[in-house]
């Protein structure tokens, strides 16, 4: 599957805004994939932000909670992630990734590692 993110820019901090990752390819079986949001800051480590289950269940990374929302739609392929209350410190590149091996998913959603596919980022920046 094939994943392109898009929605990023530059704001406020306080301000809004909402990424998307729309998947080509093998979409029929989109349902089937764990999806998830990861972020990489220049020097940092990619750090994993929200992932969705296939049954919808979701997960944040305490950085975010109560600020940012990670959604489906099954029906258009497409992941989305509304942010909130941004800070400076969310500037970072923003990715999306998907895996089909969605087992044990509680303990390893926000790991990198665990996911196949990746796309190549879109990138958010918060001013002060």
């Known amino acids: 599957v094939h994943l392109v993110e898009s929605g990023g820019g530059s704001v406020q901090a306080g301000g809004s805004l909402r990424l998307s990752c729309a998947a080509s390819g093998y979409t029929y079986t989109y349902n089937k994939y764990c999806m998830a949001w990861f972020r990489q800051a220049p020097e940092e480590e990619r750090e994993g932000v929200a992932y969705i289950e296939i049954n919808g269940s979701t997960r944040n990374a305490d950085s975010v909670k109560g600020r940012f929302t990670i959604s489906r739609d099954n029906a258009k392929a497409i992941l989305y992630l509304q942010m909130n209350s941004l800070k400076p410190e969310d500037t970072a590149m923003y990715y999306c990734?998907?895996?089909?091996?969605?087992?044990?998913?509680?303990?390893?959603?926000?790991?990198?590692?665990?996911?196949?596919?990746w796309g190549q980022g879109t990138q958010v920046t918060v001013s002060s």
């Open positions: 990734a998907a895996t089909l091996d969605c087992s044990g998913v509680y303990w390893w959603g926000l790991t990198s590692a665990h996911y196949n596919y």
